[in-house]
């Protein structure tokens, strides 16, 4: 099956600092590629996905790049501020219409003012 | 739309007993997953469930059940709790026709004694 591994598993950045979060994925099937924010005591949100067949997306400060050939995925928070401050999941999903995500541990980012 | 909805909220049982959680999904939606999450695990995977029928399974004992319902609403059973079994967790929905963005509940807090 899919084993998803996320690093850092946290993280600790200056307000206005970027933040990097890395992950891999061993099924070379896989082809959905979201990420998930939790902040503490809520639900998990997705912030932003992508599909194999793009490398790059970009929603204005957050942007996830694709490396299908290394089998690796980024997160990257630009110009981070106070209310970034959560558990950021990255996951991995097969093509298809099943809903078999796996999801990294979870990294924990702390920004800090 | 209302939003996904579990219940109970909490939950507090002896080892050996049995639980049963609920999940409504967003109208609409007919694909129903459901997560543990523990602390350092992150969220894993139990089942997933469309159309009434289990599309796809996680790495459980055969403990952990569910089923779905007409509506899509969706339950998970446990039988026979172990300390171990102690998480939360969680359900999310989703359209269902192709992969995509899941839409969490706010978890139920499972607490075996």
């Known amino acids: 099956g899919e084993n998803v591994e996320q690093h850092p598993s946290t993280l600790s950045v200056q307000e206005g600092d970027s933040a990097v979060i890395k992950c891999t994925y061993s099924?070379?099937?896989?082809?959905?590629f979201p990420w998930y924010k939790q902040e503490l005591g809520k639900r998990p949100q997705l912030i932003i996905d992508?599909?194999?067949?793009?490398g790059e997306k970009k929603d204005q400060r957050i942007a996830v790049t694709l490396n299908k050939t290394a089998k690796h995925f980024s997160l990257h928070i630009t110009e981070t501020q106070p209310e970034d401050s959560a558990v950021y999941f990255c996951?991995?999903?097969?093509?298809?219409?099943?809903?078999?995500?796996?999801f990294g541990t979870g990294t924990k980012l702390q920004v800090i003012p | 739309k209302a939003g996904v909805t579990q219940t109970p909220r909490y939950l507090i049982k002896t080892r050996g007993q049995q639980v049963t959680l609920s999940c409504s999904p967003i109208?609409?939606?007919?694909?129903v997953s459901w997560y543990q999450q523990t602390p350092g695990q992150g969220l894993q995977f139990l089942f997933e469930?469309?159309?009434?029928?289990?599309?796809n399974k996680g790495n459980f004992p055969g403990r952990f059940s569910g089923r779905q319902f007409s509506n899509s609403r969706s339950e998970m059973n446990v039988s026979t709790l172990e300390l171990g079994d102690s998480a939360l967790y969680l359900c999310?929905?989703?359209?269902?026709?192709?992969?995509?963005?899941?839409?969490f509940g706010p978890g139920t807090r499972l607490t075996v004694l």
């Open positions: 992508i599909r194999s067949n793009v």
């Open positions: 099924d070379s099937a896989s082809n959905y």
């Open positions: 999310a929905s989703s359209l269902g026709k192709t992969v995509g963005e899941q839409f």
């Open positions: 996951a991995a999903s097969p093509a298809g219409g099943y809903q078999k995500v796996t």
């Open positions: 469930y469309f159309s009434e029928t289990q599309r």
């Open positions: 109208s609409g939606h007919r694909s």
